[in-house]
């Protein structure tokens, strides 16, 4: 199977600028550096003495400041649709990497599969044995539930908001747990959940629910003199590879090549730092559900290396389509306000027809949609007194195929 090319994180941008040096005030740095550097070994020193008992480690964070950044970004591949042949015909695949909705293409038959897939949580930070925050490695973090919904094109609603699990920060603090990954879930427009799989967890140490058991782990960070571990392989890349020698931060996982259903792979764990020196930082997950890598540990003057990100999950829709089932029904006619209060009113109209079945109507009230409904006949309410309305309705079929609208009514609410 070819591979795509990765693409670097949209943060990136290429320097090639020339700087001129300045000398003396590269000095001073250092110097500022140093003075930076001894206070927070002497905080994180104490904190060993003391076994954590005053956690010290924020704020020699502060004065160090080298492990507190976590904006490196997790590769994702944004909202897209592709679509593919096999030997009984098209494929349209609608990919989501953040929340949006979808609607059901024209010509859609057979059935709709959904693959909901949520995010996984975050590497941890001086989690396991050892004594104070020192000569700890942090926990991988754990994958994000998969979760397959199968539903008949005849009956899957024309529309369905697709809701996205976001990416979750690694630790940042000893003993801390990666943030737990995010819920992905899909569901219609009046609301009812239609599929939805959790994410993975730190804190309880378990995968996200789903109904598929494909499952990951993001690689430990090294303890004292340890390698960190590799992430687990994704569908289509192995993990991201730990950190090999004092000081070696973990490898990110992969993300999934665009036009293809999976997951990303997990990230490696950073490794250990030397005698001296902070731990490396795991690497992020690879999109979509790769589990954050844990953190290497420190030994002595330094800090612990902050778990990587977990990946943001994502919501596949792959739909069969059909050429011969494109027609679309007719429009709605003879749109009548009946039963005005001043509130509202209830809307009928004549029915449209279809060579198939009309499953639903969109009805508009001045330009926005309002709701809808499978019969011919819609209440509405909360509108303002003494004001003209204009209804408009559309239909849809069992293939996804709509009508154009109806003739335009207006009406006007009692004073």
């Known amino acids: 199977m070819e591979k795509l090319p990765r693409r670097r994180p949209s943060g990136h941008q290429e320097r090639t600028q020339q700087v001129k040096v300045n000398i ?6 250092y110097a500022v550096q140093q003075v930076d550097n001894f206070i927070g070994d002497l905080l994180d020193a104490l904190d060993g003495i003391t076994h954590g008992l005053f956690n010290l480690d924020g704020l020699a964070v502060r004065f160090r400041g080298t492990e507190s950044r976590l904006d490196r970004e997790v590769v994702r591949l944004d909202n897209r649709i592709d679509t593919m042949a096999d030997e009984l015909g098209v494929i349209q695949i609608a990919t989501f990497g ?3 909705p979808w609607q059901k293409p024209p010509g859609a038959y057979g059935d709709i599969v959904f693959d909901i897939i949520a995010g996984a949580s975050g590497g941890g930070r001086s989690n396991n044995g050892g004594s104070g925050g020192a ?39 000893d003993g801390g747990n990666g943030t737990t990954g995010k819920t992905s879930e899909i569901r219609d427009r009046r609301g009812n959940l239609i599929g939805q799989a959790t994410g993975g967890s730190s804190v309880d140490r378990k995968y996200g629910d789903g109904n598929n058991t494909f499952r990951m ?48 792979s997990g990230a490696g764990g950073g490794a250990s730092a030397s005698s001296f020196g902070n731990g490396p930082h795991g690497g992020d997950g690879g999109w979509p559900s790769g589990p954050g ?24 829709a ?41 499953t639903e ?15 011919p006949s819609y209440t509405l309410a909360g509108r303002p007194p003494a004001t003209a309305h204009v209804v408009k309705i559309r239909a849809v079929d069992e293939n996804g195929n709509w009508s154009a609208f109806s003739t335009p009514l207006t009406f006007t609410t009692l004073a």
Do not use: H
């Not at 003396?24 to 740095?29: N, R």
């Not at 508009?364 to 499978?374: E, F, Q, T």
């Open 98 to 100: 953040f929340s949006g």
């Open 318 to 358: 792959s739909t069969r389509i059909n050429s011969a089932r494109t027609t679309p029904p007719s429009a709605p006619t003879n749109l009548v306000a009946s039963a005005i209060t001043r509130s509202g009113a209830t809307i009928t109209w004549t029915a449209s027809t279809d060579d198939t079945r009309v």
């Open 24 to 29: 003396p005030g590269l000095i001073v740095d």
């Open 135 to 173: 000569q700890r490695g942090g926990l991988g973090g754990w994958s994000g539930g998969w979760q397959r919904v199968v539903i008949p094109a005849a009956e899957c609603p024309a529309f369905l908001d697709m809701i996205v699990g976001g990416p979750a920060a690694g630790a940042s603090s």
């Open 293 to 316: 890598g844990g953190g290497g540990a420190y030994v002595s003057f330094g800090v612990a290396g902050n778990g990587g990100i977990g990946s943001a999950g994502a919501i596949y």
């Open 217 to 264: 782990r993001g690689g430990n960070g090294g303890a004292y003199g340890n390698d960190g571990t590799n992430g687990s392989a994704g569908t289509f890349d192995p993990g991201g590879k730990g950190g090999v020698g004092y000081g070696s931060i973990g490898e990110n996982g992969f993300s999934i090549p665009e036009a293809k259903i999976g997951v990303g």
């Open 361 to 375: 109507y969109e009805v508009l009230v001045d330009g926005a949609v309002v709701g809808y409904i499978d019969t």
